[in-house]
Protein backbone atom coordinates (compact mmCIF):
# COMPACT_ATOMS: atom_id res chain seq x y z
CA UNK A 1 0.00 0.00 0.00
CA UNK A 2 1.08 3.64 -0.82
CA UNK A 3 2.94 5.27 2.49
CA UNK A 4 1.30 8.76 3.12
CA UNK A 5 4.07 10.04 4.95
CA UNK A 6 5.86 13.16 3.61
CA UNK A 7 8.70 15.78 4.63
CA UNK A 8 6.77 18.32 4.60
CA UNK A 9 -2.05 21.88 28.84
CA UNK A 10 -0.48 21.33 30.24
CA UNK A 11 -3.23 18.94 31.24
CA UNK A 12 -4.35 18.51 34.57
CA UNK A 13 -2.82 16.18 36.26
CA UNK A 14 -5.90 15.78 38.48
CA UNK A 15 -9.74 16.17 38.34
CA UNK A 16 -10.65 17.76 41.77
CA UNK A 17 -13.49 16.27 42.87
CA UNK A 18 -15.58 19.15 43.17
CA UNK A 19 -15.11 22.13 40.64
CA UNK A 20 -12.09 21.35 37.74
CA UNK A 21 -10.02 24.58 37.15
CA UNK A 22 -10.55 26.59 34.59
CA UNK A 23 -8.33 25.73 31.26
CA UNK A 24 -7.31 27.80 28.59
CA UNK A 25 -9.45 28.18 25.71
CA UNK A 26 -7.57 27.36 22.95
CA UNK A 27 -6.30 24.05 24.45
CA UNK A 28 -8.54 20.36 24.29
CA UNK A 29 -5.79 18.33 25.43
CA UNK A 30 -7.23 15.20 25.97
CA UNK A 31 -9.95 13.45 23.57
CA UNK A 32 -12.58 14.27 26.51
CA UNK A 33 -11.08 17.87 26.84
CA UNK A 34 -8.85 19.75 30.00
CA UNK A 35 -10.75 18.18 32.61
CA UNK A 36 -11.35 15.14 30.79
CA UNK A 37 -15.42 15.29 30.93
CA UNK A 38 -16.92 16.17 27.54
CA UNK A 39 -17.18 20.15 28.53
CA UNK A 40 -16.21 22.63 26.18
CA UNK A 41 -14.29 25.86 28.08
CA UNK A 42 -16.32 28.76 30.16
CA UNK A 43 -17.55 31.15 27.79
CA UNK A 44 -16.79 29.07 24.10
CA UNK A 45 -18.75 30.45 21.14
CA UNK A 46 -19.71 27.53 18.99
CA UNK A 47 -22.21 27.11 15.98
CA UNK A 48 -25.00 25.80 16.12
CA UNK A 49 -25.77 25.33 12.91
CA UNK A 50 -23.35 24.60 9.91
CA UNK A 51 -23.04 22.13 6.80
CA UNK A 52 -20.23 22.03 3.68
CA UNK A 53 -21.06 25.63 2.59
CA UNK A 54 -22.09 27.29 5.88
CA UNK A 55 -19.59 27.90 9.08
CA UNK A 56 -16.93 26.10 7.31
CA UNK A 57 -13.74 28.34 8.50
CA UNK A 58 -11.77 25.23 6.96
CA UNK A 59 -11.94 21.66 5.78
CA UNK A 60 -8.39 19.63 5.21
CA UNK A 61 -8.44 16.12 3.73
CA UNK A 62 -6.86 13.73 6.11
CA UNK A 63 -5.39 10.31 4.28
CA UNK A 64 -5.26 6.94 5.50
CA UNK A 65 -8.15 5.73 7.95
CA UNK A 66 -8.48 6.33 11.70
CA UNK A 67 -10.96 7.69 14.37
CA UNK A 68 -8.76 9.08 16.95
CA UNK A 69 -9.73 12.89 18.33
CA UNK A 70 -7.62 15.58 17.54
CA UNK A 71 -6.04 17.44 20.33
CA UNK A 72 -5.22 20.97 20.65
CA UNK A 73 -2.29 22.95 22.11
CA UNK A 74 -2.41 26.65 21.19
CA UNK A 75 -1.93 27.09 17.31
CA UNK A 76 -1.33 23.40 16.84
CA UNK A 77 -3.95 20.69 16.08
CA UNK A 78 -2.72 16.82 16.46
CA UNK A 79 -4.27 13.51 15.20
CA UNK A 80 -3.31 10.21 13.99
CA UNK A 81 -4.13 8.19 10.85
CA UNK A 82 -3.06 4.75 9.35
CA UNK A 83 -2.75 2.73 6.39
CA UNK A 84 -6.34 0.97 6.15
CA UNK A 85 -4.75 -2.62 6.42
CA UNK A 86 -2.31 -1.03 9.51
CA UNK A 87 0.59 -1.62 8.21
CA UNK A 88 1.75 2.30 8.30
CA UNK A 89 1.09 4.57 11.21
CA UNK A 90 1.51 8.09 11.06
CA UNK A 91 0.94 11.53 12.87
CA UNK A 92 -0.19 14.97 11.26
CA UNK A 93 0.13 18.39 13.27
CA UNK A 94 -2.45 21.08 11.45
CA UNK A 95 -2.16 24.94 11.07
CA UNK A 96 -5.20 25.58 13.83
CA UNK A 97 -6.77 28.65 12.05
CA UNK A 98 -5.86 28.19 8.38
CA UNK A 99 -5.82 24.25 8.26
CA UNK A 100 -2.65 23.92 6.34
CA UNK A 101 -0.84 20.51 7.52
CA UNK A 102 2.30 21.84 9.23
CA UNK A 103 3.53 18.30 9.54
CA UNK A 104 3.33 14.81 8.61
CA UNK A 105 5.29 11.89 9.94
CA UNK A 106 5.08 7.80 9.35
CA UNK A 107 5.75 6.46 13.09
CA UNK A 108 5.61 2.65 13.29
CA UNK A 109 5.80 0.09 10.12
CA UNK A 110 3.87 -3.27 10.56
CA UNK A 111 4.81 -5.97 8.41
CA UNK A 112 1.75 -8.19 9.47
CA UNK A 113 -0.63 -6.20 11.72
CA UNK A 114 -3.45 -8.53 13.64
CA UNK A 115 -6.86 -8.36 12.02
CA UNK A 116 -9.01 -6.04 13.12
CA UNK A 117 -12.11 -8.23 13.36
CA UNK A 118 -14.83 -5.57 12.63
CA UNK A 119 -15.28 -2.83 10.47
CA UNK A 120 -15.69 -0.81 13.18
CA UNK A 121 -12.46 0.03 14.73
CA UNK A 122 -8.97 1.37 12.51
CA UNK A 123 -4.98 1.01 13.64
CA UNK A 124 -5.16 4.47 14.22
CA UNK A 125 -8.11 4.60 16.99
CA UNK A 126 -6.46 5.88 20.55
CA UNK A 127 -6.21 9.57 20.71
CA UNK A 128 -3.32 11.43 21.36
CA UNK A 129 -2.45 13.39 24.42
CA UNK A 130 -0.53 16.76 24.67
CA UNK A 131 1.06 19.29 27.11
CA UNK A 132 3.22 21.90 26.36
CA UNK A 133 6.24 21.27 23.93
CA UNK A 134 5.27 17.60 23.87
CA UNK A 135 2.78 15.29 22.31
CA UNK A 136 2.12 11.71 22.48
CA UNK A 137 0.94 9.14 19.46
CA UNK A 138 -0.15 5.60 21.24
CA UNK A 139 -1.22 2.83 18.68
CA UNK A 140 -1.65 0.02 21.01
CA UNK A 141 0.75 -2.64 21.16
CA UNK A 142 1.88 -1.24 18.02
CA UNK A 143 4.04 1.38 18.86
CA UNK A 144 4.02 4.82 21.36
CA UNK A 145 6.02 7.80 20.36
CA UNK A 146 6.61 11.28 21.96
CA UNK A 147 7.55 14.01 19.73
CA UNK A 148 8.60 18.04 20.26
CA UNK A 149 5.56 20.00 18.87
CA UNK A 150 8.20 23.00 17.86
CA UNK A 151 11.09 20.65 16.52
CA UNK A 152 8.71 17.83 15.52
CA UNK A 153 11.77 15.48 16.16
CA UNK A 154 11.32 12.39 18.16
CA UNK A 155 11.79 11.97 21.62
CA UNK A 156 11.41 8.56 22.13
CA UNK A 157 9.32 5.85 21.03
CA UNK A 158 8.18 2.21 23.11
CA UNK A 159 7.20 -1.15 20.70
CA UNK A 160 7.69 -3.79 23.49
CA UNK A 161 4.39 -3.67 25.65
CA UNK A 162 2.96 -6.55 24.16
CA UNK A 163 -1.00 -7.07 23.61
CA UNK A 164 -3.68 -8.86 21.29
CA UNK A 165 -5.80 -6.58 21.04
CA UNK A 166 -8.41 -8.82 19.26
CA UNK A 167 -10.55 -6.19 17.29
CA UNK A 168 -7.30 -3.50 17.69
CA UNK A 169 -6.69 -1.00 20.03
CA UNK A 170 -8.82 1.95 20.82
CA UNK A 171 -7.59 2.89 24.78
CA UNK A 172 -6.16 6.17 24.58
CA UNK A 173 -3.09 7.34 27.09
CA UNK A 174 -3.41 9.79 29.90
CA UNK A 175 -1.03 12.28 31.51
CA UNK A 176 -0.07 12.01 35.49
CA UNK A 177 2.39 14.01 36.94
CA UNK A 178 5.54 12.53 35.50
CA UNK A 179 4.07 9.73 33.95
CA UNK A 180 2.16 8.59 30.73
CA UNK A 181 -0.16 6.24 31.67
CA UNK A 182 -0.81 3.24 28.60
CA UNK A 183 -3.93 0.72 29.48
CA UNK A 184 -3.82 -2.39 27.89
CA UNK A 185 -6.86 -4.62 28.04
CA UNK A 186 -6.78 -7.43 25.36
CA UNK A 187 -7.58 -11.30 24.94
CA UNK A 188 -4.36 -12.37 26.28
CA UNK A 189 -3.35 -10.03 28.97
CA UNK A 190 -4.90 -6.89 30.95
CA UNK A 191 -2.30 -4.67 32.45
CA UNK A 192 -1.55 -0.90 32.59
CA UNK A 193 1.71 0.58 32.13
CA UNK A 194 3.28 3.55 33.67
CA UNK A 195 5.62 5.24 31.35
CA UNK A 196 8.14 8.29 32.56
CA UNK A 197 7.14 10.72 29.91
CA UNK A 198 10.48 12.23 29.77
CA UNK A 199 12.36 9.27 28.89
CA UNK A 200 9.62 6.72 27.91
CA UNK A 201 10.85 4.26 30.78
CA UNK A 202 8.69 1.91 32.57
CA UNK A 203 7.91 3.00 35.92
CA UNK A 204 5.44 0.80 37.07
CA UNK A 205 3.34 -2.17 35.89
CA UNK A 206 0.46 -3.42 36.81
CA UNK A 207 -2.04 -6.78 36.04
CA UNK A 208 -5.59 -6.66 35.96
CA UNK A 209 -6.76 -8.38 38.77
CA UNK A 210 -9.70 -9.71 37.31
CA UNK A 211 -11.40 -13.33 37.71
CA UNK A 212 -12.90 -13.74 34.75
CA UNK A 213 -14.64 -17.56 35.87
CA UNK A 214 -13.74 -19.14 32.28
CA UNK A 215 -11.03 -21.26 32.46
CA UNK A 216 -10.60 -24.44 32.00
CA UNK A 217 -8.85 -27.12 34.02
CA UNK A 218 -5.37 -26.27 32.02
CA UNK A 219 -5.84 -22.19 33.13
CA UNK A 220 -6.90 -21.50 29.04
CA UNK A 221 -9.86 -19.30 28.51
CA UNK A 222 -12.73 -21.21 27.45
CA UNK A 223 -14.59 -18.04 25.96
CA UNK A 224 -13.07 -16.52 22.93
CA UNK A 225 -11.40 -13.08 23.01
CA UNK A 226 -14.54 -11.06 23.57
CA UNK A 227 -14.97 -11.50 27.04
CA UNK A 228 -11.63 -10.35 28.08
CA UNK A 229 -10.93 -7.08 26.41
CA UNK A 230 -12.15 -3.21 26.66
CA UNK A 231 -11.20 0.01 25.29
CA UNK A 232 -11.46 2.59 27.95
CA UNK A 233 -9.53 5.22 29.15
CA UNK A 234 -8.53 6.27 32.83
CA UNK A 235 -10.29 9.30 34.74
CA UNK A 236 -8.27 10.80 37.57
CA UNK A 237 -10.27 11.51 40.76
CA UNK A 238 -8.49 13.44 43.92
CA UNK A 239 -10.21 15.12 47.59
CA UNK A 240 -8.87 14.71 50.94
CA UNK A 241 -7.50 12.01 52.05
CA UNK A 242 -7.43 10.06 48.50
CA UNK A 243 -5.83 9.90 44.84
CA UNK A 244 -7.73 7.85 42.34
CA UNK A 245 -6.87 6.53 38.81
CA UNK A 246 -10.82 5.07 37.86
CA UNK A 247 -9.70 2.41 35.14
CA UNK A 248 -12.60 -0.24 33.97
CA UNK A 249 -11.97 -2.97 31.81
CA UNK A 250 -13.57 -6.19 31.17
CA UNK A 251 -15.92 -7.34 33.42
CA UNK A 252 -14.74 -4.52 36.19
CA UNK A 253 -13.37 -1.30 37.22
CA UNK A 254 -11.13 -0.15 39.54
CA UNK A 255 -9.37 2.38 41.44
CA UNK A 256 -5.73 1.95 41.53
CA UNK A 257 -2.88 4.61 43.02
CA UNK A 258 -1.71 6.54 39.82
CA UNK A 259 1.86 7.00 41.61
CA UNK A 260 2.66 3.41 42.04
CA UNK A 261 -0.38 1.00 40.12
CA UNK A 262 -1.17 -0.56 43.86
CA UNK A 263 -5.07 -1.67 43.72
CA UNK A 264 -7.41 0.02 45.90
CA UNK A 265 -10.72 -0.72 45.32
CA UNK A 266 -12.32 -2.76 42.53
CA UNK A 267 -16.19 -3.38 41.64
CA UNK A 268 -17.10 -6.26 39.39
CA UNK A 269 -20.25 -7.06 36.34
CA UNK A 270 -20.88 -9.49 33.83
CA UNK A 271 -20.42 -7.13 30.45
CA UNK A 272 -17.24 -6.50 28.21
CA UNK A 273 -15.38 -4.25 25.94
CA UNK A 274 -15.93 -1.13 27.96
CA UNK A 275 -15.56 2.31 26.04
CA UNK A 276 -17.58 4.85 27.24
CA UNK A 277 -15.48 6.55 29.31
CA UNK A 278 -16.20 7.53 33.65
CA UNK A 279 -17.55 10.72 34.86
CA UNK A 280 -17.94 11.59 38.49
CA UNK A 281 -19.41 14.38 40.77
CA UNK A 282 -18.27 14.78 43.96
CA UNK A 283 -20.99 12.85 45.09
CA UNK A 284 -20.83 9.90 42.71
CA UNK A 285 -18.92 7.96 40.20
CA UNK A 286 -20.87 7.00 37.13
CA UNK A 287 -19.43 3.69 34.55
CA UNK A 288 -20.45 1.93 31.86
CA UNK A 289 -20.35 -1.37 32.27
CA UNK A 290 -20.07 -2.23 28.46
CA UNK A 291 -21.16 -4.51 25.80
CA UNK A 292 -23.75 -7.01 26.35
CA UNK A 293 -26.68 -5.85 28.45
CA UNK A 294 -24.82 -2.20 28.95
CA UNK A 295 -25.38 -0.28 32.10
CA UNK A 296 -24.58 3.10 33.36
CA UNK A 297 -23.69 2.43 37.46
CA UNK A 298 -24.18 5.31 39.86
CA UNK A 299 -21.65 4.59 42.76
CA UNK A 300 -21.49 6.30 45.90
CA UNK A 301 -17.92 8.15 46.13
CA UNK A 302 -16.38 7.03 49.18
CA UNK A 303 -12.78 7.97 50.53
CA UNK A 304 -12.34 5.20 52.56
CA UNK A 305 -13.03 2.60 50.08
CA UNK A 306 -11.21 -0.39 49.78
CA UNK A 307 -11.09 -3.81 48.33
CA UNK A 308 -14.22 -5.32 46.73
CA UNK A 309 -17.15 -2.37 47.10
CA UNK A 310 -20.69 -3.63 48.69
CA UNK A 311 -23.23 -3.48 46.90
CA UNK A 312 -24.62 -0.95 49.28
CA UNK A 313 -21.56 1.50 46.80
CA UNK A 314 -24.49 0.65 44.07
CA UNK A 315 -26.42 4.45 44.30
CA UNK A 316 -28.22 3.53 41.15
CA UNK A 317 -28.31 1.62 38.09
CA UNK A 318 -29.83 2.43 34.62
CA UNK A 319 -30.17 -0.39 32.17
CA UNK A 320 -32.53 1.22 29.58
CA UNK A 321 -30.26 2.48 26.32
CA UNK A 322 -27.49 3.09 27.62
CA UNK A 323 -24.07 3.29 25.51
CA UNK A 324 -21.53 0.84 24.65
CA UNK A 325 -19.41 3.56 22.89
CA UNK A 326 -20.71 7.38 23.86
CA UNK A 327 -19.39 8.61 26.63
CA UNK A 328 -22.04 10.82 28.18
CA UNK A 329 -21.76 14.18 29.69
CA UNK A 330 -23.42 16.01 32.94
CA UNK A 331 -25.20 19.22 32.79
CA UNK A 332 -26.62 20.58 36.05
CA UNK A 333 -28.57 18.12 37.27
CA UNK A 334 -29.01 16.03 34.07
CA UNK A 335 -26.94 13.46 32.76
CA UNK A 336 -27.18 12.53 28.93
CA UNK A 337 -26.38 9.10 27.76
CA UNK A 338 -26.80 8.56 23.67
CA UNK A 339 -27.08 4.80 22.98
CA UNK A 340 -25.19 3.41 19.97
CA UNK A 341 -28.46 3.37 18.42
CA UNK A 342 -29.43 6.62 18.48
CA UNK A 343 -30.93 7.66 21.52
CA UNK A 344 -30.75 10.06 23.72
CA UNK A 345 -31.53 9.97 27.23
CA UNK A 346 -31.87 12.53 30.03
CA UNK A 347 -31.11 11.33 32.92
CA UNK A 348 -31.35 12.55 36.77
CA UNK A 349 -28.04 12.47 38.39
CA UNK A 350 -28.99 11.80 41.47
CA UNK A 351 -31.36 8.90 40.93
CA UNK A 352 -30.87 7.88 38.04
CA UNK A 353 -34.50 8.23 37.16
CA UNK A 354 -35.31 9.10 33.30
CA UNK A 355 -36.43 11.99 32.74
CA UNK A 356 -37.31 11.91 28.98
CA UNK A 357 -35.84 9.72 25.74
CA UNK A 358 -35.90 10.75 22.17
CA UNK A 359 -34.25 9.29 19.09
CA UNK A 360 -31.97 11.56 17.69
CA UNK A 361 -30.61 9.46 14.54
CA UNK A 362 -31.81 6.32 12.75
CA UNK A 363 -27.30 6.34 12.02
CA UNK A 364 -25.47 4.44 14.74
CA UNK A 365 -23.30 6.66 17.49
CA UNK A 366 -19.67 6.30 18.26
CA UNK A 367 -18.62 9.59 18.69
CA UNK A 368 -18.77 11.18 22.31
CA UNK A 369 -20.93 13.69 23.52
CA UNK A 370 -20.06 17.55 23.74
CA UNK A 371 -21.19 20.27 26.12
CA UNK A 372 -20.81 23.32 25.68
CA UNK A 373 -23.01 25.54 28.35
CA UNK A 374 -26.29 24.61 28.35
CA UNK A 375 -26.21 22.79 24.88
CA UNK A 376 -25.19 19.10 23.92
CA UNK A 377 -23.75 18.31 20.43
CA UNK A 378 -23.80 14.77 19.14
CA UNK A 379 -22.86 13.24 15.86
CA UNK A 380 -23.16 10.31 14.00
CA UNK A 381 -21.94 7.68 11.94
CA UNK A 382 -23.63 9.65 8.50
CA UNK A 383 -22.49 12.81 9.09
CA UNK A 384 -25.72 14.47 10.94
CA UNK A 385 -24.65 16.42 13.61
CA UNK A 386 -27.67 17.33 16.28
CA UNK A 387 -27.55 20.11 18.93
CA UNK A 388 -30.36 19.81 22.08
CA UNK A 389 -30.89 21.90 24.68
CA UNK A 390 -30.43 21.13 28.23
CA UNK A 391 -33.66 20.59 30.44
CA UNK A 392 -36.38 18.64 31.58
CA UNK A 393 -38.37 18.53 28.23
CA UNK A 394 -36.46 17.52 25.07
CA UNK A 395 -35.18 20.32 23.14
CA UNK A 396 -33.79 20.48 19.58
CA UNK A 397 -32.18 23.67 18.68
CA UNK A 398 -30.45 22.62 15.35
CA UNK A 399 -29.90 19.38 12.69
CA UNK A 400 -27.03 19.47 10.68
CA UNK A 401 -25.35 17.44 7.83
CA UNK A 402 -21.85 17.11 6.63
CA UNK A 403 -20.44 15.21 3.59
CA UNK A 404 -19.10 12.18 6.03
CA UNK A 405 -19.78 10.34 9.49
CA UNK A 406 -17.78 10.64 12.36
CA UNK A 407 -16.46 7.75 14.70
CA UNK A 408 -14.30 10.56 16.36
CA UNK A 409 -15.42 12.18 19.08
CA UNK A 410 -14.87 16.33 18.20
CA UNK A 411 -12.59 18.95 19.64
CA UNK A 412 -13.10 22.42 20.64
CA UNK A 413 -10.53 25.62 20.51
CA UNK A 414 -13.41 27.44 22.40
CA UNK A 415 -14.25 29.71 19.00
CA UNK A 416 -14.98 26.68 16.90
CA UNK A 417 -15.97 23.17 16.62
CA UNK A 418 -12.62 21.06 15.47
CA UNK A 419 -14.83 17.97 13.67
CA UNK A 420 -13.19 14.87 12.11
CA UNK A 421 -15.64 13.02 9.49
CA UNK A 422 -14.18 9.53 8.28
CA UNK A 423 -12.21 11.76 5.22
CA UNK A 424 -11.79 15.48 6.39
CA UNK A 425 -10.90 17.53 9.57
CA UNK A 426 -13.01 20.84 9.51
CA UNK A 427 -13.11 24.16 12.02
CA UNK A 428 -16.49 24.94 12.04
CA UNK A 429 -16.68 28.93 13.54
CA UNK A 430 -18.85 31.39 13.58
Known amino acids: MKSFCSPVKHFLPFLAASLACPALAANWPDFRGPNLDGH ?180 TPERDGDMRKAFNTPVFLKGDGFSWMISPGAKAAWAYDPLTGNEIWSVHWKEHSSASRTLFDKDRIYLNTGYGK ?30 NRCSPVLIGEHLYALSDQGVLSCLNRTTGEEIWAERISEMPFSASLLAAGDLVYLFDEGGKGVVVRDGTTFQKIATNQL ?16 VRTTTHLYRLAE
Not at 181 to 200: H, K, N, P, V
Not at 403 to 418: K, N, R
Open 403 to 418: DAGMFASPATDGESLI
Open 294 to 323: SELWALRLDPQAKGELAPSHVVWKNTKRMP
Open 40 to 219: APSGSKLPVTWSESDHVAWKTAIPGKGWSTPVIWQDQIWLTTATEDGKEQSVLCLDRLSGKILHQQLLFKNAAPAPLGNDRNTYASPSPVIEEGRVYLHFGSYGTACLDTKTFATIWTRRDLPCDHYRGPASSPVLHGNLLILTFDGADRQYLEALDRASGKTVWHRQRGTNYGDLTPDG
